[in-house]
């Protein structure tokens, strides 16, 4: 997603039941980058970053870009929320001119297992259907990946496609908001 059109960036904190979907901080580096060093938060994304190398070339406020979202939990940063353009040069698309929005996701271990990842998502597209009408959202998740794939299905993603990327079967599915019909 581009900062270009009518969406206000970054929009007011996002408030569900148990958590906060905001813009990061510098207090939110250190999560942040445990999320990037993380081999069981990348154990089906190609492997953690080097920490030492995060440590030095991560921004005083990382991930303080359009579309990414802190995941807050009592004050502390438990994850992050995504909406991305997906790259036109992968696979995986639903419009011949590629650049779909991309739902991403990242929590730390000690997070997993509350519902914390649906109801961040959840927000977060109910977010991107307000901000968007109508555009569609995709996410791309390794068939081996149990958790990614169920919940997949839990926020009303529907397959289109499987496909071979990064040495691994990848699930391609695409979510459309519900609109109210007249």
């Given at each position: 997603m581009t900062e270009a059109g009518p969406v206000a960036w970054p929009p007011a904190?996002?408030?569900t039941g148990r958590l906060v979907l905001r813009e990061p901080e510098a207090r939110d580096r250190p999560g942040i980058i445990e999320l990037f060093a993380s081999p069981e938060v990348h154990a089906y994304l190609g492997g953690p970053r080097p920490r030492a190398e995060l440590e030095r070339t991560a921004p005083e406020v990382p991930g303080r870009r359009f579309g990414f979202f802190v995941i807050d939990l009592d004050?502390?940063?438990v994850g992050v929320v995504t909406l991305d353009r997906r790259a036109p040069e992968r696979p995986g698309h639903i419009r011949p001119e590629a650049g779909e929005t991309e739902l991403g996701y990242l929590l730390l271990p000690e997070a997993w297992g509350f519902g914390y990842a649906a109801e961040a998502c959840a927000a977060a597209l109910g977010w991107f259907a307000g901000a968007?009408?109508?555009e569609p959202v995709v996410l791309c998740t390794q068939t081996a990946n149990d958790r990614s794939m169920r919940l997949a299905a839990k926020l009303g993603f529907t397959?289109?496609?499987?496909f071979e990327e990064y040495g691994a079967e990848q699930w391609f599915g695409v979510w459309s908001p519900v609109t109210p019909s007249d």
């Open positions: 904190p996002i408030r004050g502390a940063t968007r009408p109508g397959e289109v496609e499987r």
